[in-house]
């Protein structure tokens, strides 16, 4: 199963072209918003974002809303059978579970959509019992102490790095820094960060049983060769 996977797009229609001609080629089964489709932006500029995606494309979208999106984007469930919200929802796909926790955790700033801690434990409930080896885990937020230093402190969620350490997942994305572009390894987990479509980057995933391979790309490198 091949995935492509963006996240902070931040209403830069400008770049969507860019980014669809890279990949026009591409033969994916899936595109995963890890969150940010605007930034402050009404609810219906985030529709038409991912319904042009959809559109271009024609492959089944999966998102998280960020926590510069519009939190009316929380209670959507699918356009079309097309286009499929995954915050605190399954959504099964090859056999392999796909679930979503949108927002951020708390930030000074009191953006549109955060959460606490025991949010996030609440939230995690619903997968408690899902086979680590068949689950994808999208989190707009980080998680503590990977991918998440700014301003010297970590700032990811501390809740989001115990399910990892206690229950993990084959695949974990993430999004919100800016800072940073790369995928790690972490015990049984792959923990990956594309960086901000804002700055041209996506990732090609495949995912071959209990393998999963990476390739992060950048669409503005290529337009400006």
């Avoid at 995928?183 to 996506?202: E, H, R, S």
């Amino acid at each position: 199963m091949k995935i492509i996977v963006i996240t902070d797009i931040h209403g830069r229609w400008s770049y969507i072209k860019y980014f669809l001609k890279n990949i026009k080629e591409l033969n994916f089964e899936l595109l995963i918003v890890a969150g940010d489709l605007t930034y402050f932006s009404k609810y219906t500029e985030a529709l038409n974002i991912l319904k042009t995606l959809y559109k271009e494309i024609g492959k089944k979208i999966l998102f998280v809303p960020g926590n510069c999106d519009d939190a009316r984007l929380l209670d959507l469930d699918n356009i079309d059978n097309n286009i499929f919200n995954i915050h605190t929802r399954l959504h099964i796909h090859n056999n392999i579970y796909f679930y979503g926790i949108g927002g951020s955790n708390k930030t000074p700033f009191n953006t549109w959509i955060e959460w606490s801690e025991d949010d996030f434990n609440r939230f995690l409930r619903n997968i408690e019992n899902i086979d680590w080896n068949r689950l994808v885990l999208v989190t707009h937020t980080p998680i503590y102490s990977i991918m998440d230093y700014v301003n010297g402190e970590n700032i990811g969620s501390r809740v989001l790095y115990d399910f990892l350490i206690t229950h993990g997942s084959l695949l974990w994305i993430t999004g919100h820094l800016h800072e940073y572009s790369g995928w790690v390894k972490v015990d049984k987990t792959i923990v990956l960060n594309p960086g901000p479509f804002i700055k041209g980057y996506y990732a090609i995933i495949v995912i071959d049983n209990e393998n999963v391979n990476i390739d992060i790309r950048n669409f503005i490198e290529n337009r400006e060769k």
